[in-house]
């Protein structure tokens, strides 16, 4: 066994082998998409060295899983904010507001596009097309919400309302 497995607690091993179960033996590198999502959640983002011991795991390539990891906007790179909201900017969106809504969400935040706002809760990004463009615009909350038919007032009423659910005791 590698040492580069050694990274990776008892628990996140026995997610990965959850994930690993569903495929042969010798095609483990299937579930290189799920265990990057794994490592995603429980940290927020993915490392260089999380990748590299991943691909001991999977007996697969560095490069090979840093191209899934850096393909997918869904991965992150970096620490994000407690929400990730990235909204589609495709072509399609942006003849149906996508941009404009974009640039109001970083009027709102007061941040730029691909910022976190200080108090660290939310980070904004552009996304690519999200297979929704006849709702658009459309975004998605922490790579798992999608919100269709964002109108500025909808923008308004998604952030305040995840101020509200922060402040909740």
Partial sequence: ????????SAETMQRFQHELNKYPADQKQ??????????????GFVTPEQEKALAAVLEMPVMAVHEVFTFY???????????????CTNL????????????HLCHKLG????????DGMFTLQPGECMGAC??????????????????HDKLD?????????????
Avoid: W
């Fill in 157 to 169: 009423q998604l952030i305040d309302g995840l101020h509200k659910v922060e402040v909740k005791p």
């Fill in 73 to 87: 906007n869904m991965y992150n790179k970096q620490p994000v904010g407690r929400y990730k909201i990235n909204v």
């Fill in 1 to 8: 066994m590698s040492t580069a497995v050694h990274h990776f």
């Fill in 111 to 118: 941040i730029a596009s691909g910022e976190t706002t200080a």
């Fill in 30 to 43: 299937s579930a290189v998409m799920a265990c990057l999502s794994i490592l995603q959640q429980e940290n």
């Fill in 134 to 151: 006849a709702d658009a615009p459309v975004l998605l909350v922490n790579d798992r919400s999608m919100c269709s038919f964002m109108s």
């Fill in 92 to 103: 399609p969106c942006q003849l149906r507001g996508g941009h404009k809504a974009l640039e």
